[in-house]
């Protein structure tokens, strides 16, 4: 499975904000939508990512007041992305090494989508069930004739 598979059933829908912009309103924009990151534009190029790990930290620094703070102190400036035919098995390697629970997706320079840990798991869980799936059908379809015997017969 590939990373294309997933946004293909999750769909496009991105959320930006710029590295200027007040981390309050960064705040709002996530609560609002009820999403934990927020993948930070400059230019039409991503510069980074501002997730509730990253705002956890800053609000803990400041002792909770964020109010002339902006994205771009707190965002990751280095986030770790990849590409929409990076496997799944990869990506999960990945979030896994960098504790990372959001991956923009690019092509090249093109923001194309973010996956999170969440979607990465779904997806894991749904191949898993349509395997499981057509196994049982296999087996309950299992011609009665075809059975091996179990030794040489006398």
């Not at 230019?43 to 980074?48: A, C, T």
């Not at 690019?106 to 798991?121: C, N, P, T």
Request: net charge negative; hydrophobic share 40%; proline share 3%.
């Amino acid at each position: 499975m590939k990373v294309s598979d997933i946004l293909r059933i999750k769909g496009s829908t991105l959320y930006t904000v710029t590295p200027e912009e007040s981390l309050v309103k960064a705040l709002g924009l996530m609560a609002e939508r009820d999403i934990g990151s927020l993948v930070v534009m400059e230019h039409g190029d991503l510069v980074g990512m501002l997730t509730v790990r990253e705002l956890t930290q800053v609000l803990v620094k400041n002792s909770g007041n964020v109010t002339k703070t902006v994205v771009r102190t707190a965002m990751d400036d280095h986030p770790l992305t990849c590409t929409m035919e990076t496997d799944m098995d990869e990506v999960r390697r990945m979030m896994l090494d960098r504790h990372a629970r959001y991956m923009p997706v690019m092509d090249k320079r093109m923001l194309m989508g973010v996956i999170s840990f969440h979607d990465v798991a779904r997806a894991v869980v749904d191949s898993q069930n349509f395997e499981n799936k057509m196994l049982k059908a296999y087996i309950h379809d299992w011609p009665e004739g075809d059975t091996q015997e179990s030794g040489p017969t006398l």
